[in-house]
């Protein structure tokens, strides 16, 4: 089954190139061209990553991707004509999985592409995995004081209250509680979690931890569990 790709772009140029190229990739691609058509659309189409353009009639980039999260846990790649860290810092904010700088290559997009739908289908498959042993992983759970992560429901709980957490903190948390006292760089976390292939960088890691930290720590401007060794990385403690 081909996997699904919804581009979202409002430049007709490009959005044609887009979508030619991908379909020649063997892609399921539908586009749209302004946010509210593409909420609607996600909805509808249920796609395995989306190509998603900042600047956006009807609704900009950064709230489409924003509302997106509220829903779904789709990977989005944000497309923007704007060069000014802030401006990448906020699509990571709001979700966005990955961006791109206007003008890029064919290539380059094309490769990012496959790199996103490769962690897919491992997600995927490891989703597969664990629900086929939900029994065996059940017993399964890391615990720190009144933090508790459950494998097999995929699951954090703060003082035995379910705490919201994204499928990436999940991975990140999971793997810092794993290696509980040992100082973790954020190109090895990069590394072992977004994938050798990831086009992003350290900054990324920052982010999620920040995230983390507001969900699980008592005071997060003072963190007590995830640890900054400065100069080094992060280590949990507990």
């Not at 490009?14 to 909420?39: F, M, P, S």
């Not at 909805?43 to 980039?61: A, C, H, K, T």
């Not at 090895?188 to 983390?212: A, M, N, P």
Request: charged share 35%; aromatic share 6%.
């Amino acid at each position: 089954m081909a996997e699904k790709i919804l581009v979202v772009e409002d430049e007709r140029a490009l959005q044609e190139t887009l979508e030619y190229n991908l379909k020649r990739q063997g892609y399921e691609v539908q586009v749209a061209g302004d946010g509210i058509l593409a909420l609607d659309l996600a909805r509808e189409f249920q796609p395995d990553i989306i190509l998603l353009d900042v600047m956006l009639p009807g609704m900009d980039g950064f709230e489409l991707c924003r509302r997106l999260r509220q829903e779904i846990n789709t990977p989005v790649l944000m497309l923007t004509a704007r060069t000014e860290e802030i401006d990448r810092v906020v699509g990571l904010e709001v979700g966005a999985d990955d961006y791109m700088t206007k003008p890029f290559s064919m290539r380059e997009l094309l490769a990012r592409v496959k790199a996103m739908l490769r962690r897919v289908r491992m997600i995927r498959e490891e989703m597969q995995k664990s629900e086929e042993n939900t029994q065996k992983e059940s017993e399964k759970r890391l615990l720190s004081g009144n933090l508790e992560l459950n494998l097999a429901r995929r699951e954090v709980r703060v003082n035995g209250v379910v705490v919201a957490v994204k499928p990436k903190e999940f991975e990140l948390l999971h793997f810092l509680m794993k290696h509980r006292g040992q100082v973790l760089s954020r190109d090895y976390l990069l590394k072992e979690l977004w994938g050798w292939d990831y086009f992003g960088d350290s900054r990324t890691v920052d982010v999620h931890i920040r995230w983390l930290r507001e969900k699980i720590e008592p005071d997060p401007a003072h963190p007590v569990r995830i640890v900054t060794v400065r100069g080094a990385g992060y280590r949990f403690e507990g």
